[in-house]
């Protein structure tokens, strides 16, 4: 396997999950700060047990499928990852959504937790360790989903997927453990720019893969979607910018 592919591979498995992760990460912070570390840890750990046995259950059902079939279910899924977030990516760029602001989303969690009324057993919180438990597992669904999605082309690109996300994973919880606070400074609106473009890019390889199509260029032709669909997208911010609101 190329390093044309593994490299995309890592690197798009990294971005979207670094994304994922803060999402989720600032959900657990709001539990351990305003109900207690034990509800946030038994939480998160239940939420990663749930995800890896999703992962298990439908690791091997996928791979039973026709491989042009898979190639083209994966790419037309990610497109609709990348699209979306891409969209959303252009029209806070342009101006006609607010930015997302990880400090109001800490800020209106911990308000919802300190609202809650319950009852801790054994010193776990049972309506702080649900919320934690569904933002990991929500989130980490979708990094479970991208990894599978981007390692479609065959087993050595599935390890390269599944180090970026693990990278990102590592990355936003030791920042997190380190700051103990939300990671708000991250960019994520420009993430979520380069991961639109990126997953939206190999959502169109497979998709044209799964199709039978043959790529110019083969390999090649994923950096150059990404240029192609980046131009595009810079377009559309001018162009939004520019239609009234």
């Not at 351990?32 to 939480?43: E, P």
């Not at 259950?57 to 491989?67: I, S, V, W």
């Not at 990126?198 to 110019?216: N, R």
Request: net charge neutral; with cysteine; glycine share 10%.
């Amino acid at each position: 396997m190329s390093l044309m592919h593994l490299v995309p591979t890592a690197g798009a498995a990294f971005l979207a999950s670094l994304v994922e992760c803060v999402e989720a990460a600032t959900i657990v912070l709001a539990v351990g700060t305003v109900r207690g570390w034990k509800s946030a840890f038994v939480g998160t750990a239940l939420g990663l047990l749930a995800l890896v046995a999703l992962v298990l259950a439908l690791g091997p059902a996928l791979a039973q499928l026709p491989e042009q079939l898979l190639q083209l279910m994966v790419g037309l899924l990610l497109l609709l990852f990348g699209m979306r977030w891409l969209r959303k990516a252009v029209l806070r760029s342009a101006g006609h959504i607010p930015l997302h602001d990880e400090d109001a989303v800490f800020r209106s969690e911990s308000a919802n937790l300190a609202l809650a009324q319950a009852s801790a057993r054994h010193g776990v919180d049972p309506i702080a360790t649900a919320t934690a438990f569904k933002a990991v597992l929500l989130e980490g669904v979708e990094v479970a989903f991208i990894v599978l999605a981007v390692s479609a082309g065959g087993p050595d690109l599935l390890f390269a997927a599944a180090g970026g996300a693990l990278l990102a994973a590592l990355a936003v919880t030791l920042v997190a453990v380190a700051v103990h606070r939300p990671l708000a400074r991250v960019p994520e609106n420009t993430l979520k720019f380069a991961v639109g473009i990126v997953i939206s890019a190999f959502g169109i390889y497979w998709t044209g893969e799964g199709m039978g199509a043959h790529w110019p260029g083969q390999d090649l032709a994923l950096p150059a979607l990404m240029a192609g669909l980046a131009a595009t997208a810079m377009l559309g911010v001018r162009v939004t910018q520019e239609a009234p609101r």
